[in-house]
Every structure is written in structure tokens, then in C-alpha cells.
């Protein structure tokens, strides 16, 4: 099985989407190919991706939109002329908390995949994930096990663990409680708190403000 990884970030190697990949790769015996939307000419990529057997592609969801980068790949595609010979999976991180945000992107995904002649493996789906690159790595302890065990599972049985699946989609949607939580005027202090700390170490605090398309 020759599987290769792509990585669908604008950040390329920097960022959530990278550590991902690199704690799906943990669970691996051997290391699998990782290639660089951002550094690559979309229309060779996807000539060269038919020397695959299958394709893992991990990207952020940033709102409801999937990277430009990746959009821009996707027009380059073309359906390949053997039925199901490539299989093709998709790893999204989000950081809206719920996995909900990003289901009318898995629909389109698999749409995708049908029309390409591609086998879907499916969608893995993990929200909250926005600060994973930013605080200390064992606040998210549970999540990297889970993406370790997802790549064992993968490397053995050449698909995706239903089960990992479903319990990194986990919550699918916020119950009322959450909402209310997230509400609250303390949860809403903090999370202001923490977007400031992230703009001043970007040097763009002062600008927080403009309205460059007014």
C-alpha cells in the first residue's frame, strides 16, 4: 500500500494541521510520504497523486471554508480512469468545538471522491482544535493518543477506525448547557483575553480594529 499525505495548510509544516499529521505518523512502523499543497504546482500534484495508492488529505476547516490552497488543487483534478483504484481519506481540524460545522464540507468531500472514481475512506472530524499549536502540548494529551491509535489502526487495516472516528467528532453538536457556558460573561472575558495575547504576538494588536474593505 503506497499512501501518501498531504498537507493542506497554508502553514504548511507550522500550525495544528502539521501536528496531526505528525501524531497520526507516531502510530505508524514507518513513516508515510508528506507533501506540501502550499509549496506545490496544484496541476503536477495532481498528476503525480495517481502514483498512489491511496491519499490522506489533512487540511484546517476555517469557519465553513476549506483552504484556498486545497480548492485550488481539487479543480486540477481529474477522474481517474479505473474505477476505485486510488483511495482517497480526509483528516479536518476545526476550531469550532462541535463537529457539526464541518458536515456539509464531509458531503462534499465524498461527492468528490465519487467523482474522481476514488474509493472514500471517509472524514475524520475534530473540532476545538484551534489552540493546539499555541498552548502546552499535554492540555491535549487524549487528542494525540487518539490520532496515534487512528494511524495504527490505519497502517494495519488501510482505513479509518469507526470508532476513533466517531469519538474525536465528539460533541457533534453543544448542548444547551455549553451554549450558555460559552455565553457566560466570564468564558466570553477569557476567550477576549486569549485572542489579545495571540494578536500582540503577531505584532497586529493596534490594527485589531481596521476595516481595510469599508
Excluded at 486545497?70 to 463537529?99: D, R, Y
Aim: with cysteine; hydrophobic share 40%; aromatic share 12%.
Amino acid at each position: 500500500m503506497k499512501t501518501l499525505i498531504l498537507n493542506g495548510s497554508p502553514r504548511a509544516d507550522h500550525g495544528n494541521t502539521q501536528l496531526f499529521i505528525d501524531h497520526f505518523q507516531s502510530g505508524l512502523t514507518r513513516p508515510l510520504s508528506v507533501r506540501y499543497i502550499l509549496r506545490e504546482n496544484p496541476e503536477k500534484l495532481a498528476l503525480e497523486m495517481h502514483d498512489y495508492d491511496t491519499i490522506l488529505l489533512v487540511m484546517p476547516l476555517y469557519i465553513h471554508a476549506m483552504p484556498g490552497i486545497v480548492m485550488k488543487l481539487f479543480e486540477k483534478l481529474k477522474p481517474h480512469p479505473t474505477n476505485h483504484k486510488i483511495k482517497i481519506g480526509f483528516i479536518v481540524q476545526a476550531g469550532f468545538i462541535e463537529s457539526s460545522t464541518a458536515r456539509f464540507l464531509e458531503q462534499y468531500l465524498s461527492s468528490l471522491a465519487n467523482r474522481l472514481n476514488y474509493t472514500y475512506l471517509g472524514t475524520v472530524i475534530k473540532g476545538d482544535a484551534a489552540a493546539c499549536s499555541i498552548l502546552p502540548h499535554f492540555f491535549f494529551g487524549k487528542l494525540f493518543k487518539q490520532l496515534k491509535a487512528l494511524g495504527a489502526y490505519y497502517e494495519k487495516n488501510g482505513s479509518f477506525n469507526p470508532l476513533l472516528v466517531t469519538k474525536l467528532g465528539y460533541p457533534v453538536d453543544l448542548s444547551k448547557f455549553q451554549v450558555r457556558l460559552l455565553e457566560s460573561p466570564l468564558v466570553k472575558r477569557l476567550n477576549q483575553i486569549g485572542w489579545n495575547w495571540i494578536l500582540k504576538r503577531n505584532g497586529c494588536f493596534e490594527n485589531r480594529f481596521d476595516q481595510p474593505y469599508l
